[in-house]
């Protein structure tokens, strides 16, 4: 073991949020009243040890409800989904409860609303995530009334044609990194003066507290840990903001991967967790680190979160 003292400090608020406690407790009290199997469309929330804790107790997890017995139960994911898998569960006859996240299914009804007033809308996220394609699967194909695009970047919105742009709207992916989707906001505003956007942007509470938890941290470490899945965009977000300053981020969900090389000359370690990663793998993490060499833990004040969302009828 090392004689250097490491200090840890722990970023607040970090690791699940209300939506993510949400869709694991739906999981669990549908199992428990129907028993196994449960099937649920998609990983439930982006995180590999959650994941593999609900597949022993009897949860499979499934791409496409083709692979569904007839007149089972399926969960959606917290990420939600789109209007076309919603009227497949209904003919493949299967019994569905939602586990959307509220804060995701108020964007699904942004865009609903913005579809029924005739407007072209405009998705800031990411290609390929789930919670884009039930956003954007609100609008279903051949829609007479509206037409939705998806953006990534600037240079996408700089290469955007749109049919007419005095009435164009957009909203954005839950998940996304704030200051980046400012500026591609502000390039849509650019571009297209009259386009009309959400009263607050559409980055739940969650990823906006996360983050500026994060920027807390920033320049005080000399390494900061990201608790959270490849998959997590949330735990992405987390990790790129470091990054981008240069600063030495790992994301890590799984403690067999730990490294003791990456404590070599560092002092000040920073950990963080995404809206999707449990505590206990942030006190795995600790637990390695302390294998190791000598640690100091403090916690960084940061706010406070209170919000619960209520769970459906089960
Ligand atoms: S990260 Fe935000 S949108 Fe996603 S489940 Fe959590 S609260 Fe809901």
Redesign the pocket.
Known sequence: MSKEMINISLANPRGF????ERAILIVEKTLEKYGAPIYVHHEVVHNKFVIKGLKEKGVIFVESLKEIPKSSHVIFS?HGVSKAVVKESDKFNLISIDAT?P??TKVHREVNKLSNDKYTIIMIGHKGHPEVEGTMGQIEQNSLTSQIFLVESIEDVNKLKVSNPNKLSYVSQ??LSIDDTKKIIDALIVKYPLIVGPKSNDI?Y??QNRQEAVKRMIGKHDLVFVVGSKNSS?SNRLLDMVKDKDIDAVLIDDMTQFQSKWLKNKKNIGITAG?SAPEVLVQDLIHEIKKITKVSISEIEGIQETTIFKLPKI
């Not at 949020?17 to 993510?20: E, L």
């Open positions: 949020c209300a939506g993510v917290a996240c804060l995701v839950t998940t739940c969650a990823t949330n809206a």
